[in-house]
Nanobody, 117 residues
Framework: QVQLVESGGGLVAAGGSLRLSCAASGSTGSITFMGWYRQAPGKQRELVATIAVTGGFSTVYAGSVKGRFTISRDNAKNTVYLQMNSLKPEDTAVYYC?????????WGQGTQVTVSS
């Protein structure tokens, strides 16, 4: 089992920044990828960014956030971060941390990010 706890969401003005954190606990040795997804009201959940836990820690970003968001990981703390800069109102959503293992995916409960005009 893997447990994920997100933090760092909140209300920010357009053009501002937020840093989200996701701390993993439990069977963290089984995690291969970690990442962030988001879901706006009435919309499908979409990929924001992922990072490999093994190898060279390769990353993947959604086109809508590339150049503005940065995903990183601190393996010693089993924590993944999402630095969000130049935020836009369309970034408003619930942001979910996820972790991939060989058996299943795990999800956090989500943290609300609201960007005002």
């Amino acid at each position: 089992q893997v447990q994920l706890v997100e933090s760092g969401g909140g209300l920010v003005a357009a053009g501002g920044s937020l840093r989200l954190s996701c701390a993993a606990s439990g069977s963290t040795g089984s995690i291969t990828f970690m990442g962030w997804y988001r879901q706006a009201p009435g919309k499908q959940r979409e990929l924001v960014a992922t990072i490999a836990v093994t190898g060279g820690f390769s990353t993947v970003y959604a086109g809508s956030v590339k150049g503005r968001f940065t995903i990183s990981r601190d393996n010693a703390k089993n924590t993944v971060y999402l630095q969000m800069n130049s935020l836009k109102p369309e970034d408003t959503a619930v942001y979910y941390c996820n972790a991939w293992t060989v058996s299943r995916d795990f999800w956090g409960q989500g943290t609300q990010v609201t960007v005002s005009s």
